[in-house]
């Protein structure tokens, strides 16, 4: 009846079918990815959250909010429940991914980077010290890692 209404988004979800326009989230995508990889070698450096230097979760909610206009919490842990999730095997580029890089992996979230496609993701590593793309596929990332999220 012409009247606006709002609702917070982590109350809403895509549903395919929906009438949502996947390509414009497509592209957001990636869009996102491509802003991301902007900001390679940038250096790593606890607590910070850009524009020239970043901490994981840090780097993930600069790009969220400057490329999709989206407000996400600011650590790694909070991070990594919100959102829709997304298993492994289903992660799509763009998704937020999350890793316990402390210790054996129990599911505790320590870590976090944006999937870009093939196997790899993008993040703030603190032990490269600079913004860098791993590997997903293989390795230590790969057991070390604890779930994704779609927004």
């Known amino acids: 009846k012409g009247k ?3 609702v917070y988004d982590s109350y809403v979800s895509s549903v395919k079918g929906s009438g949502s326009n996947k390509n414009e989230s497509n592209n957001n995508k990636s869009s996102l990815v491509s802003y991301a990889k902007t900001k390679l070698g940038k250096p790593y450096v606890w607590g910070a959250q850009g524009p020239n230097s970043f901490d994981c979760s840090g780097f993930t909610y600069y790009v969220v909010k400057n490329k999709l206009g ?3 919490p600011r650590t790694s842990t909070e ?4 959102g829709t ?10 998704d937020l991914v999350f890793f316990d890089t402390v210790g054996s992996n129990n599911g505790n979230v320590s870590h ?4 870009i496609g093939n196997g790899q ?20 990332y790969s057991k070390a890692f604890v779930n994704g999220r779609r927004l």
């Open 4 to 6: 606006t209404g709002y």
């Open 70 to 72: 989206k407000s996400i």
């Open 79 to 82: 991070q990594s429940r919100y």
């Open 85 to 94: 999730y997304v298993s492994k095997g289903n992660l799509r580029s763009g």
């Open 112 to 115: 976090a980077g944006i999937y």
């Open 121 to 140: 993701f993008i993040h703030a590593s603190s032990t490269q010290k600079k913004v860098v793309i791993s590997s997903l596929a293989s390795g230590h």
